[in-house]
């Protein structure tokens, strides 16, 4: 991937009208249009476009790499421009590229952006029976008057309180809200906007631009990754699932840090703290859906163990797809349920409000400095500063102002759980988008480094979870209400790194190695046996070289050789960046979550967390954000 798409000079200047005509092709090519599909149009090109630069504007080059390596690909091929081949010449070349060592990631990129522009247009969702709700005359509590939005602030106001908090996602809601508990002063600093449940409309392109951050990893095989960017960071846009960590990783913690602070029976209680705060339990059967009886029955046939998940969201009806924001705040992701209960005791929201830097006096942290929207400058003095951000955006923030990065370890030890897809045909109606997203897990695999979930999503986001392009995903969106999907998500190695670049831009690079390719191919075979075990009758791998598979199919796609490149991925999960630890050499903070470096500077989300775990992190990073507030109370007095 990487070097597809650095073999292309890469440009910010806008693209030429060869280009473009290029790239419509391409475009054209990849979604021609289906029974129920419309086709790709210039429309879908240009919002595609957009998207890539709102999103990230240093995915723009690499975007714009990806379109050149293709077009010229076409031509070193074919003699000819991709846009003047026959239909059958093109689809040919996507199946090629498809399967190609160093084309199918600027192929497998361009599709995905493609498919998630393309299938969240109104006309496309009509043709395929989506439907979007807009919630009307919500509730004003009273909390809001203790939220205030950068903007509106006085300039180069000065802002006194006991705890800054930057983040207010599962780390920083949570030790936020623990401290203001404790009677101290806690002002939140939010770069997102606080969005309510009337701006949760259920489109994925106005989510991806207004809720969510994202990157890219660059390494053997493309991972995009996304995070939360808005009041509740990532526990406002996911889920809801809850796993407590496996005990053989806590062991693994006790081990590494030479300590019983992790054992289960010592983290046992801020488990329970959580738990009870955002009333976990396992999703009512009726909201489960008839994917519920696909995991029944496939398991039941093979004798494996499996689950409900345990989520944060009493009151769940299955109203809407969770990752794009809850539209009944049956979720008590923290934006309503840690943030809330923190503004009615003594704490502010800040948001519109990106941190700038840490002011830091004779080695001690004494406050923070953000910026507004507008550009003006806000200071907070405080005693103690938490930073909260999330596993990117947290070392980007250290590696910036050159703070706390003595170790040499800020932005390395990235973990993903990269995951892939598998689905599954069937005769019977699945209802995607009429039940939970994730409902039941397999218990099988888990020490084994896999686990399965099911992965349900509306027709605006499930072809994604398809690796195919051109006609043969015409046909499967065609059917798209009979198609189940599961998926593996792995504990990958921890060895990727985040860089700051030039120009504020950064880069997120790691390779798979061959065990975590093994546990992904391992994963989806052992997918596959669960969805033909319950009935199904045609596969879909998320596997670019192998997209499509009759069921007599399983046993060879089981005895492929299966490539990191080969692999459709995406990451909700970086964890890592500013590992825990005791040793000041190998570690950012220590045992309380104090960085090494500056004291009174903590770091409490999913970067301090050593990864992986295997499983979904956010009670994780919620059990061990409730011990730091119990730490950094004891060190503040």
């Known amino acids: 991937m990487l070097e597809a798409l650095t073999s292309v000079a890469p440009s910010t200047e806008p693209p030429s009208f060869a280009e473009q005509r290029a790239a419509l092709a391409l475009l054209e090519a990849m979604i021609p249009g289906g029974k129920r599909v419309p086709p790709g149009d210039e429309t879908t090109l240009s919002r595609t476009e957009d998207l890539v630069r709102e999103i990230s504007p240093s995915l723009l080059p690499i975007w714009r790499s990806a379109q050149r390596a293709l077009s010229t690909a076409a031509i070193a091929s074919t003699g000819r421009p991709f846009y003047a081949l026959d239909a ?3 689809q040919d070349l996507l199946s090629r590229w498809a399967k190609h060592p160093v084309l199918r990631g600027p192929y497998s990129l361009l599709l995905l952006a493609y498919k998630m522009v393309h299938f969240d247009r109104q006309n496309v969702n009509d043709r395929l029976g989506a439907r979007f709700d807009v919630v009307r005359d919500i509730e004003q509590p009273r909390w809001l008057s203790q939220v205030r939005r950068g903007e509106d602030l006085n300039p180069d106001e000065v802002i006194d309180c006991d705890v800054v908090v930057v983040g207010t996602g599962a780390g920083g809601a949570v030790v936020g809200r623990e401290l203001a508990e404790r009677g101290y002063a806690v002002a939140f600093v939010e770069e997102g906007d606080l969005y309510r449940r009337d701006a949760f409309d259920g489109r994925a392109i106005d989510a991806y631009r207004r809720f969510y951050r994202a990157g890219i990893v660059l390494g053997n095989a493309p991972i995009p990754v996304f995070m939360g960017r808005l009041v509740g960071g990532s526990t406002a846009v996911n889920g809801g699932t809850c796993f407590r960590t496996p005990s053989w990783v806590l062991d ?18 801020y488990f329970e703290h959580v738990e009870e705060f955002l009333e976990i339990a396992p999703t009512e059967e009726r909201y489960l859906g008839p994917i519920s009886g696909v995991f029944a ?8 163990r499996y689950s409900r998940i345990r989520r944060n969201t009493p009151g769940c009806q299955a109203s809407g797809f969770c990752d794009y924001g809850c539209r009944t705040d049956a979720r008590r992701s923290t934006n309503v349920s840690y943030i809330p209960a923190a503004l009615s005791r003594s704490a502010m929201l800040f948001t519109r409000l990106r941190a700038e830097h840490v002011r830091i006096e004779n080695g001690r942290a004494t406050g923070l400095s953000a ?4 550009g003006e400058s806000i200071r907070f003095n405080a005693r103690a500063v938490i930073l909260a951000g999330g596993a990117l955006p947290t070392p980007l923030f250290l590696q910036r102002q050159g703070i706390a990065t003595a170790s040499g370890q800020v932005g390395r030890n990235l973990s993903l759980h990269p995951s892939a897809g598998m689905s599954g045909l069937f005769d019977e109606d699945i209802k995607p988008g ?3 997203p994730q409902g039941y897990f397999v218990e099988e695999f888990l020490r084994d480094g896999i686990l399965i979930i099911s992965a349900l999503s509306p027709p605006n986001t499930s072809p994604m979870a398809l690796a195919l392009s051109g006609r043969p995903l015409m046909d499967a969106m065609d059917q798209h209400e009979h198609i189940a999907t599961i998926g593996p998500l792995i504990a990958d190695d921890p060895k990727g790194v985040v860089r700051l670049q030039a120009h504020g831009q950064y880069l997120i690079q790691s390779n798979l190695t061959a065990q975590d390719v093994r546990r992904l191919h391992v994963g989806m075979v052992r997918s596959a046996e669960l969805l033909l075990a319950a009935g199904a009758k045609h596969l879909y791998p998320g596997v670019t070289s192998m997209p499509s598979l009759s069921p007599n199919d399983l046993h060879r796609f089981a005895k492929a050789k299966i490539h990191a490149g080969d692999l459709a991925l995406i990451s909700y999960h970086p964890l890592g960046t500013c590992r825990m630890g005791r ?13 090494h470096d500056v004291k009174r500077l903590f770091i409490v989300d999913g970067s301090t967390v050593q990864g992986p775990l295997g499983v979904n992190p956010q009670l994780t990073i919620m059990a061990l954000a409730t011990r730091a507030a119990e730490r950094i109370a004891d060190l503040l007095g």
Do not use: I
Request: net charge positive; glycine share 6%.
């Open 252 to 269: 693994r913690w006790c081990e590494t840090m030479r300590t019983d602070d992790f054992t289960p029976a010592a983290m046992n209680r």
């Open 583 to 595: 040793d000041r050499k190998t570690s950012v903070v220590d045992l309380d979550q104090q960085t």
């Open 371 to 374: 910026v507004t929207r507008t």
């Open 88 to 90: 059958r010449t093109q």
């Open 434 to 436: 009429e039940s939970v």
């Open 297 to 304: 029955r496939g398991c039941g046939k093979l004798g494996w």
